[in-house]
């Protein structure tokens, strides 16, 4: 297996996708001749021609309309929006359309539409490119949401997430994309929406956080580890339909959840896990349920990125404000 990083995997990912399956096309801003802004179709419109691999205008309404009409006709269209600050215009598409196709023909018209975007913060770029608003997306009915925190995770979700005959909206934690290296599977390989992966097993607390802020929530889990606190944590990989189950099970075992996203803290995917949790395990609950999240303003420019974005140190203080309840 190729020792590779996140958006090498993509890549990756996009190729086996279209050697298997000639309905499976690539469309978005530069994505042919440019390979995309962060390299992620590099290679794709040499192998596969300008038929299946075609640059668009910069019109995110337009990307994800045409896609409404290739996947009505039967295609299965990858669409990239460059970042997902700039998936605003295409709301009404992805919403009132993309969204509900299905629904409103009866299931006569599936909607096999990928709309991959980088997504989150960490590399202090200008306004509108490090947007976290995926319970925006979470929120409407018909969509699935994915946010791949490895490689490995980006290859078989993003497999998967073509395959499927629902809408899928796959963000890419863009400070991820370079950040590491591994192993990863070439070939068939494919793995499940909908199903979380347990990262680190623990028995004193639980974790649950996705993309990018899984990696300070091993470093919590590893600090306070020294002081003899054994923490589970548990990457949800799916934002939607995400895998409550898994969240229970971890919280029967420990008694103690803190959820982590770098999306605003109101309304955010955190509080409805807060809320099932309460709901359906209150009994197991030794204290309340935490969260650790971005803050209830716009992100903010570069100088004040690292003040928003979720650390290490803002987690090891959640773990132990619940420890010691």
């Not at 440019?34 to 992620?40: L, P, Q, Y």
């Not at 299905?102 to 096999?112: E, F, I, K, L, V």
Request: with cysteine; aromatic share 6%; glycine share 8%.
């Amino acid at each position: 297996m190729p020792k590779l990083t996140l958006i090498q995997a993509i890549n990756l990912a996009l190729h086996e996708a279209m050697e298997a399956d000639d309905s499976v096309l690539v469309l978005g801003e530069d994505v042919a001749v440019n390979g995309g802004v962060f390299r992620a179709t590099e290679g794709l419109q040499a192998q596969f021609g300008e038929a299946r691999v075609f640059d668009t205008p910069l019109a995110e309404s337009g990307i994800v309309g045409t896609s409404v009409g290739l996947a009505a006709a039967g295609m299965r269209p990858v669409a990239e929006v460059q970042f997902s600050g700039f998936l605003y215009p295409a709301m009404n598409q992805i919403a009132a359309h993309m969204a509900r196709m299905r629904n409103r023909s009866r299931g006569r018209y599936p909607m096999p539409i990928v709309i991959r975007s980088p997504s989150a913060g960490g590399i202090r770029p200008p306004e509108h490119h490090s947007e976290s608003y995926e319970a925006l997306f979470v929120h409407t009915p018909g969509l699935k949401v994915v946010m791949p925190a490895t490689p490995t995770d980006a290859k078989g979700l993003l497999a998967s997430a073509v395959r499927d005959d629902d809408p899928v909206i796959f963000l890419e934690p863009t400070a991820l994309y370079r950040a590491s290296r591994e192993d990863v599977p070439e070939g068939e390989f494919t793995l499940p929406l909908g199903k979380a992966r347990t990262v680190r097993e623990g028995k004193d607390a639980t974790i649950v956080a996705w993309g990018t802020m899984v990696k300070p929530a091993l470093e919590a889990a590893r600090e306070v580890e020294a002081q003899g606190v054994s923490v589970e944590v548990v990457d949800l990989c799916t934002l939607w339909p995400f895998d409550l189950d898994a969240v229970l099970e971890s919280v029967a075992r420990t008694g103690r959840l803190v959820v982590v996203h770098e999306a605003p803290r109101t309304a955010g995917l955190g509080a409805e896990l807060a809320a099932l949790v309460q709901e359906r395990a209150l009994l197991h609950l030794l204290a309340p349920i935490e969260r650790v999240t971005g803050y209830d303003v716009p992100f903010p420019y570069p100088l004040l990125e690292k003040h928003y974005i979720p650390d290490r140190s803002r987690v090891v203080r959640a773990l132990r404000k619940t420890l010691e309840f």
